[in-house]
């Protein structure tokens, strides 16, 4: 048990799920109202989210299930071992269904190009 006096060392980036979410809505092309009543959480709390709150474990929960995102993948923190968002990209382009092997080795060549340009301007 963390005593109350220690800071906490890792939290839940609400924003980041939010968007990653709202990219799974949109794939879907769904509403945000389509989204609540297929994951069975309330609208309110898509709304809530939106605004910045974080959802409950409950919502949270029903939304990984629902679009298939890792709450684990949103947890940020020192010591937090991540792995390379190329390496993540890569693996989800090669296990999309809706891509043929060619479209998603071209998705990455695409996705690493612009990445790479990117990480130029920012050095």
Request: glycine share 4%; net charge neutral; hydrophobic share 40%.
């Amino acid at each position: 048990m963390q005593d109350s006096n220690e800071p906490v060392s890792h939290r839940f980036d609400g924003e980041r799920f939010f968007s990653a979410l709202d990219s799974a809505r949109s794939a879907k092309n769904l509403t945000w109202k389509k989204v609540a009543e297929q994951a069975k959480v309330p609208a309110s709390t898509l709304t809530r989210m939106s605004q910045g709150r974080k959802p409950d474990v409950d919502s949270l929960s029903a939304l990984c299930a629902w679009s298939g995102l890792r709450a684990d993948d949103f947890i940020t923190g020192e010591g937090r071992q991540k792995t390379e968002p190329l390496a993540e990209v890569t693996a989800l382009f090669r296990a999309d269904p809706n891509l043929s092997k060619e479209g998603a080795i071209a998705m990455e060549a695409i996705i690493k190009a612009a990445y790479e340009q990117i990480r130029k301007i920012q050095d």
